[in-house]
């Protein structure tokens, strides 16, 4: 019997998950790829990421489809990115931005892996781009993006971790 015990609880033991790591509402996120490091707002309640873009073109190379942009943050330079598009997303237009009786239709919006860099922890995360310069934060880091790198979320603490550390 103990041996059996013994077994089922080595067994189970992958499927235990590890703590998260706690971190708070806003933190500071490295994009190695465009060489910046950006505030970021931690939103549960998004499930994609998003990068404040602006001047967005899809475009094809080699027979695979494309995006060039360029950052839509204050102090940003005038250099233009391109990235591999990893797919189209549709974003749902969020409850108080439709008018009674009226049918909203999803945004699509062209999404890209990019490196980010938390903390001292580095993951590859699909974002959406769009121009958030109407918003305090040019990365919204959503569910999706904090389960890769198995964040909690303290919405009472903010820069956690400081400077990214990658």
Known sequence: MKQL????????????????????????????????????????GALTASLSAKDIERFTRDGEDWV????????????????????????KARSDEEEEGETVEAARRPVVELEMCLG?????????????SSFNYPLLIGAKALREFKAAVNPA????????DC
């Open 5 to 44: 015990l013994a077994l089922l609880a080595a067994l189970a033991l992958p499927v235990m998950a590890a703590e998260p790591t706690l971190y708070g509402r806003y933190e500071y996120i490295a994009l190695p790829e465009i060489g910046e490091t950006l505030k970021a707002k931690m939103d549960t």
């Open 157 to 164: 603490r903010r820069f956690t971790v400081g400077k990214p």
């Open 120 to 132: 001292d922890v580095k993951r590859t995360v699909e974002v959406n781009l769009t121009d958030r």
């Open 68 to 91: 060039r942009f360029r950052l839509a943050t204050d102090g940003a330079s005038d250099k233009v990115y391109e990235h591999k598009l990893a797919r189209i997303s549709k974003i």
